[in-house]
């Protein structure tokens, strides 16, 4: 619902708001999703930050999910520390919204790790321009 | 008598802590700019929460002017509906090219301005972009190379900036997905600090090879105290631009 609000918001602005790239081109608002797992590596880079998730699906295999998220600077004002908020062995889950390309691939927005705590890790779907 | 006194100090200091400062001035008499600000969506820079936080005192960010649609011409319309559909792939800025002027405005990054005698400057954390603005009188050089961020003179009318920008290329996109406009552009900016921490921002964009007439548009600058630009190298790490050609080579939508 914050999201929706929050779009809203940015559709009314006179100059709407955008991240690096268009969000539209890569994933799919209309396609959110929930995974949970075990971190496996964390790329604190520009101009999105990555991190790599292991995730055990109904078959009981295991998935190798990717996912973008906000850049270092923005992730920092939001209280992120580099190799302390989110690292290797971190049980967390992740709400995001999948890639266009059917891959395990997710456009990151909050997440939650096992003992409750949660964090903003990307934007909201949409800011990217025209979905 | 006594606890009387340090009541009325206190209330005193109450009061004074709850006025907002008035709006700094330089010793000419102008406005003073000078501070580290956040223009567009507070919100999108720092979060929901933290941006509830720090909304000014008194209420509500002031409403965003009713957005003026872009007065462009039929062809160039169609060809903005065009960037639409291939849902902004072709954005120069997942390029990790500078974004021009007015989108740098409207970044999710804050930017410090520094405003010294004869000059304004203003330094973008978003892909390393500054200008260096005179404001003592001297007009546009005549020997302009066209460039993302154009070429930038200012003058003040009363107590707002005036900005003049010319001298654009045509590889920069003006604010949504697919705003493209010509290297004709002419960008007029008014910067007027209304209050301690608010600066309202008027831009119109004038294109006689795009458009069929001035795109006036108006966002509200924030004050970030506490704040400092820091870092953003789009191009460490940009898998996007490596996921976009693969996207361009394998969906069917992309191909010309």
């Known amino acids: 619902m914050k999201s929706i609000v929050l779009a809203s918001v940015l559709l009314l602005a006179g100059l709407p708001v955008v991240a690096h790239h268009s969000f539209a081109a890569e994933y799919d608002g209309e396609k959110p999703i929930t995974v949970k797992g075990v971190i496996t590596k964390v790329d604190w880079a520009n101009p999105h930050m990555h991190f790599y998730l292991d995730a055990t699906n109904d078959k009981g295999e295991v998935e190798h999910w990717k996912f973008e998220g906000y850049p270092p600077n923005m992730l920092v004002r939001q209280g992120w520390k580099k190799d302390m908020t989110l690292k290797a062995g971190d049980h967390i889950s992740v709400f995001a919204w999948l890639a266009r390309d059917g891959s395990k691939l997710a456009h990151s927005r909050e997440v939650t790790w096992s003992d409750g705590k949660k964090m903003q890790s990307g934007p909201p779907a949409g800011t990217g321009g025209a979905n | ?256």
């Not at chain 2, 654009?168 to 406009?181: A, E, P, Q, R």
Request: with cysteine; hydrophobic share 35%; aromatic share 10%.
């Open chain 2, 1 to 256: 008598m006594k606890p009387i006194v340090i009541g009325i100090i206190l209330a005193a200091a109450l009061s004074f802590a709850q006025t907002k400062p008035p709006v700094p001035r330089t010793a000419d008499g102008k406005p003073d700019l000078s501070g580290v600000w956040q223009g567009g969506s507070l919100s999108f820079a720092i979060g929901e929460a933290n941006a509830a936080r720090v909304a000014p005192a008194g209420g509500a960010p002031a409403a965003p002017a009713k957005p003026q649609a872009a007065p462009y011409q039929e062809w160039a319309a169609k060809k903005v509906q065009e960037f639409r559909d291939r849902r902004g792939i072709d954005d120069p800025m997942a390029r990790c090219l500078m974004v021009g002027i007015p989108r740098i405005t409207s970044m999710p990054m804050p930017f410090q301005i520094t405003q010294v005698p004869g000059q304004v400057l203003f330094l973008y954390e978003a892909f390393h972009s500054f200008r260096i603005i005179p404001t003592d009188g001297r007009k546009h050089p005549d020997d302009i190379e066209s460039s993302f961020m154009g070429d930038t003179v200012a003058h003040w009318e009363g107590d707002t900036l005036v900005v003049d920008v010319i001298g654009f290329n045509d590889k920069t996109w003006l604010s949504t997905v697919g705003s493209f406009h010509s290297d004709k552009l002419h960008v007029t900016e008014r910067y007027t600090r209304v209050d301690f921490d608010t600066i309202t921002y008027d831009v119109t964009m004038e294109d006689p090879e795009v458009f069929t007439g001035p795109w006036k548009q108006r966002s509200t600058i924030r004050l970030r105290p506490n704040e400092r630009v820091r870092e953003y190298e789009c191009g460490e790490n940009n898998e996007d631009i490596v996921r976009f050609e693969s996207i361009l080579k394998t969906d069917e939508r992309y191909k010309r």
